[in-house]
């Protein structure tokens, strides 16, 4: 069974940092873009960072540029997503998700991701 998992999340203060890891079960997610996205209590999801598959080009949203990095590790069929300098916007429950399989390119809509998802794992940053 293909599955997503997330982890990392946790409370952590102005300033501070985390990192987030998605880790698949059942398929390869080097073959996969993949994506992080955030969902605030109230609000639409809204995408953070994915990485693509062909050649691990990044993008990032403007909010979060300079400050999160999103990674690969083949090895542990693992994604990652490192966030320095976390404001309160941040607390959110965070996802990530698997594109098609070497699709082309990744974008920061979840249309692009279809309904491979994991279970999101919850950040909370006071303001």
């Known amino acids: 069974q293909e599955q997503l998992v997330e982890s990392g999340g946790g409370l952590v203060q102005p300033g501070g940092s985390l990192r987030l890891s998605c880790a698949a079960s059942g398929f390869t997610l080097a073959e996969h873009a993949i994506g992080w996205f955030r969902q605030a209590p109230g609000k639409e999801r809204e995408g953070v960072s994915c990485?693509?598959?062909?050649?691990?080009?990044?993008h990032y949203a403007d909010a979060v540029k300079g400050r999160f990095t999103i990674s690969r590790d083949v090895a542990k069929n693992t994604v990652y997503l490192q966030m320095n300098s976390l404001h309160a916007e941040a607390t959110a429950i965070h996802y990530c998700?698997?594109?098609?399989?070497?699709?082309?390119?990744?974008?920061?809509?979840?249309?692009?991701?279809?309904?491979?998802w994991g279970q999101g794992t919850p950040v909370t940053v006071p303001g």
């Open positions: 990485i693509t598959t062909t050649d691990n080009s990044t």
């Open positions: 998700a698997a594109g098609g399989w070497w699709s082309s390119g990744c974008l920061l809509t979840t249309k692009f991701y279809g309904a491979s």
